[in-house]
């Protein structure tokens, strides 16, 4: 353990580290997600985005996307959740809210 890490742990401080979403593979997936994704679906069938993503060459089931919404899914990949995201014109951040990180403006600014 670093020092650095350890005064984080000491501090009781949440560590974010940030990555490319291209570099990520899977995320974690929970009820939570899984209610989102199926209000901002709407009224567009599971076949329908299914098709999409079929057309978009993204392979996804009716029946995937109903465990994603039941929050019967511990992960997505994010090339599945990225593409259905954009086939529902929205922001990744809208389906996966856990992925918003606030920053205190304390370590925002210069010390």
Known sequence: ???????????????????????????????????????IRGKKSRREISDMLSDAGVECSQEYIRKLENGE??????KIITAIAQILDVDLIEIMSDLRVEVSKKLCTPS
Do not use: D, Y
């Open 1 to 39: 353990m670093t020092t650095e890490s350890a005064n984080i742990k000491a501090k009781n401080i949440k560590e974010v580290i940030m990555v490319p979403i291209e570099w990520v593979v899977m995320l974690g997936w929970n009820e939570e997600c899984g209610r989102s994704l199926k209000s």
């Open 73 to 78: 899914a511990a992960s997505v990949s994010t």
